[in-house]
């Protein structure tokens, strides 16, 4: 079946470090959203990636989607304590199901 | 707007037991899902709906059963609870299915089987 891999599994960095988590499937994507996890929380919509190699940025994020439209990347720049969650990508390839990544668990050290 | 709502948030069954876990949205969303989620396996697509009386099978349906009769409500059945099936539940809503439409989460339903 459909398959989206995600990496890192959990990443722990310095305050003020960069971060970045990477998604990937074997075939084309049709679509990839990304969401962010607080401890204990639900999934929150980040933002959805749909033209092959587009770049959005949101404040300090910046997302990527591949020009082969089978990977896509999330960059924190300059991480702070509020960024900890886990970030998961859900790549969308006939636009009625999502294959969520396993989620990339960010730990923050102040 | 309440957005999505779940019940219970937490609940322990026994193996075999069966029950119903409930959900709503109150946006007018045609696109709902159930979806799974365990530790360090992500979140995985139970069942999902495109509209009022249209349902179909996800990544993982077996062992559930899913209806929607309304737009605000698409419950999710257990049948015969099994202990694979502890996990935390989250149902979700979207405006409509297809690229453009973010999916809104549900605070979610712990359950465990034992």
């Known amino acids: 079946g459909q398959q989206v891999m995600q990496i890192p599994q959990y990443q722990h960095v310095q305050e003020g470090e960069d971060f970045t988590t990477y998604c990937n499937s074997s075939?084309?994507?049709?679509?990839i959203q990304w969401y962010k996890q607080r401890p204990g929380g639900h999934p929150v919509f980040l933002i959805q990636?749909?033209?092959?190699?587009e770049v959005k940025k949101q404040k300090r994020l910046t997302f990527q989607f591949g020009e082969a439209k089978k990977n896509s990347s999330l960059h924190i720049t300059a991480t702070q304590t509020t960024d900890v969650g886990t970030y998961f990508c859900?790549?969308?390839?006939?636009?009625?199901?999502?294959?969520f990544g396993t989620g990339t668990s960010l730990t923050v050290i102040p | 707007n309440a957005g999505v709502t779940q019940t219970p948030k937490f609940q322990v069954l026994k193996t075999g037991q069966s029950m119903t876990l409930q959900c709503a949205q109150d946006?007018?969303?045609?696109?709902m899902s159930w979806y799974r989620q365990d530790p360090g396996m992500g979140l995985r697509l139970i069942h999902y709906s495109v509209g009022a009386g249209i349902t179909d099978q996800g990544e993982v349906p077996n062992g559930y059963n899913v209806s929607r009769s309304t737009t605000e409500d698409f419950p999710l059945r257990l049948l015969s609870a099994a202990p694979s099936q502890t996990s935390v539940y989250f149902c979700a809503s979207s405006e409509r299915s297809g690229p453009g439409y973010e999916q809104y989460f549900g605070p979610g339903t712990r359950l465990t089987v034992t």
């Open positions: 859900a790549g969308d390839y006939t636009g009625n199901q999502f294959y």
């Open positions: 946006m007018n969303h045609e696109y």
């Open positions: 075939t084309t994507l049709s679509n």
């Open positions: 990636l749909v033209k092959s190699g």
